[in-house]
C-alpha cells in the first residue's frame, strides 16, 4: 500500500514537472538614469460605425417616411446626446444647409421627410452625418417615391 502511494506521488510529480509553463519574463531593477520600458498593450482603436435607413424605401406619393440614423461606437454602443444631420435634395433649401438637424436620443436621431415634393419613379439619396470628436462619420440611404 505504500509502495502505492509513493508510485502514486512519485508519477504526479513527475506530470507537474513535464507540463509546459508559462512564460514570465524577469526584469532587472532600474539603474538611476536609465528608463525603464514596460510592455504595454497597443490601445484600443476607436471603431465607429454609421447606421441610417427609411422606414419605407418605397413610399407612396402622398406620405411622410421617417429617416433614422445611429452612430455606433465598438459595434455595440448606440451613441446619444449628440447631433445628426441630414441631407437630401431639396432646391427650396440652402446649398450647405441640413434638410434635418435633430439630438440623437436613445441612440437613434429621427426626421420626417414629406414625399410628395419629389418626382414619382426616381431614387432620392440621403446622406446622414455625425460630426464627433473632430470628425466626421457618413452614411447614406435613400427612398423611391411610388404613385399611390
Do not use: H
Not at 431639396?90 to 444647409?97: F, L, M, P, S
Amino acid at each position: 500500500m505504500i509502495r502505492r502511494a509513493i508510485l502514486i506521488i512519485l508519477i504526479i510529480i513527475l506530470q507537474a514537472a513535464c507540463s509546459p509553463k508559462a512564460f514570465t519574463p524577469v526584469s532587472s531593477p532600474a539603474t538611476p538614469g536609465q528608463p525603464v520600458n514596460s510592455p504595454q498593450p497597443p490601445p484600443e482603436p476607436e471603431l465607429f460605425q454609421v447606421k441610417a435607413w427609411v422606414d419605407d424605401p418605397t413610399p407612396s406619393l402622398n406620405s411622410r417616411i421617417v429617416l433614422r440614423g445611429s452612430l455606433i461606437k465598438y459595434g455595440s454602443y448606440y451613441m446619444g446626446g449628440i447631433m445628426m444631420s441630414a441631407f437630401w435634395p431639396d432646391e427650396t433649401n440652402e446649398r450647405g444647409v441640413p434638410n434635418c438637424f435633430t439630438l440623437v436620443t436613445y441612440g437613434t436621431g429621427k426626421c420626417v421627410i414629406d414625399v410628395s415634393r419629389f418626382p414619382p419613379g426616381k431614387f432620392v439619396p440621403v446622406t446622414v452625418s455625425f460630426n464627433y470628436g473632430g470628425k466626421i462619420y457618413t452614411a447614406q440611404t435613400g427612398f423611391t417615391p411610388c404613385e399611390p
